[in-house]
């Protein structure tokens, strides 16, 4: 799937949590095992990030070293996120996807509004990832009770720490009636499979540098490294046959709970035959980008699903039933699409849907505190 006049979108993940949850295990476990990939990680707090001596190449000015595996890691406050995401964003860098890590007591919606305001044209937004500590997750809702708030937000929700509960399936059922549609995946020491996050590049693409990926290759236990894929399900889907811009965006609007991810690009057929749309959806984020088609290929969809508990083959059919090749084209056909092109002039609705999605964090976040004397945070 090449590339044309559409710059690389680097996905921007924020990774949330309240202390104790798991978020810099796991932020160390995707450093550990990102394949190729190169990963941009934004923390607060420097020192709770376990860089093995042997893996800093060196340092990049005051806040920031570079990893043994071609991974940059800086610690910033809030105020300086803007000047982060640019630099890290800079071609140069060669980064495929930033991971910010909120502090423990930080608002996540505050960061997620950032993230979708940047205008920074490599950035786009890669979804809100809540950990929870499923062992202490009763106590932890009991000293905090913006976490349901935070669940309710999420994208995709980590439930850590499984093997140390007593009643994890109970945990497990919980999170999911408190979490709006996203993918919750169970997981110990913070193991997840990092393709349900980024593309991960194949390791052999690296050259030159010991990685993190050679330090733990023979030290990880196999066993683990077998379970991370037991957390997701994934769906290709190729089709000769042009889809339906208006049944697609019927499938779109209507994807159900825990399908976190799509990605891959869509023929339109008569609709447009210049170009394919590169699409990007991360929980209920979505983004389409038109770009011409190569002088040469055939034309096709070809889209990857990744989800937790997904029923693959029902969305296959509904795929499916998506193909259309009709010859001709309803002149309105493309609106529900182009209002996710970002910039499209012929956008018909009356917001965009970063607004549409910061306006969501807004009520949630204005209605948790209707009964309470506390201000909202920011206020």
């Known amino acids: 799937m090449g590339n044309s006049n559409t710059p690389q979108q680097i996905p921007v993940v924020v990774l949330a949590g309240f202390l104790g949850s798991g978020k810099t295990t796991l932020l160390n476990h995707l ?40 991974c940059l890691c800086c610690a910033v406050d809030a105020s300086e996120l803007d000047l982060y995401l640019d630099r890290l964003a800079d071609p140069g860098t060669g980064i495929d996807v930033i991971v910010i890590e909120a502090s423990g007591l930080a608002e996540p919606q505050e960061l997620v509004r950032m993230v979708l305001a940047s205008e920074h044209p490599r950035v786009v937004y890669g979804g ?15 000293r905090h009770p913006e976490l349901d708030r935070h669940l309710a937000l999420a994208d995709l929700v980590v439930v850590n720490k499984l093997d140390r ?18 993918a919750v995946v ?41 379970h991370l894929h037991s957390g997701y399900d ?15 965006m019927r499938f779109l609007d ?27 959806a991360v929980g209920r984020f979505l983004r389409f980008y038109p770009e011409p088609w190569g002088a040469d290929g055939a034309r096709l969809t070809q889209l990857v699903l990744i989800g937790s508990g997904i029923d693959t083959e029902a969305l296959g059919k509904e795929l499916q039933a998506c193909e259309n ?9 493309m609106w529900g699409v182009l209002r996710y092109v970002q910039g499209s002039e012929e956008e018909p609705g009356p917001e965009s849907y970063e607004a549409t999605y910061a306006a969501t964090y807004a009520a949630a976040y204005a209605a948790a505190y209707e009964t309470s004397n506390e201000p909202p945070y920011g206020a």
Do not use: W
Request: glycine share 12%.
């Open 165 to 182: 509960a007593e009643d994890g399936e109970r945990v497990l059922g919980l999170v999911r009636t408190l979490a709006d549609r996203a």
């Open 31 to 70: 450093l550990h095992r990102s394949g190729g990939s190169r990963i941009g990680a934004i923390v607060n707090d420097f020192g709770a990030i376990e860089i093995d001596a042997m893996a800093v190449a060196g340092a990049l000015g005051d806040s920031t070293v570079s990893l043994g595996n071609g």
């Open 186 to 226: 169970p997981a110990t020491y913070g193991r997840i499979d990092p393709e349900f996050l980024f593309d991960c590049r194949p390791g052999e693409e690296r050259i030159g540098q010991l990685s993190f990926d050679d330090l733990h290759e023979h030290t990880e236990d196999d066993a683990h490294a077998g």
């Open 254 to 280: 209507g994807r159900p709970e825990g399908l976190y991810r799509i990605k891959g690009y869509v023929d339109f057929g008569p609709y447009d035959t210049r170009n394919r749309y590169a699409v990007h």
């Open 234 to 248: 994934s769906l290709p889907f190729t089709s000769g046959v042009p889809m339906d811009p208006r049944a697609l």
């Open 128 to 142: 809100l990832v809540e950990v929870v500590d499923a062992a202490e997750f009763d106590d932890t809702r009991a």
């Open 325 to 333: 090749d009709a010859p001709h084209a309803d002149e309105h056909g």
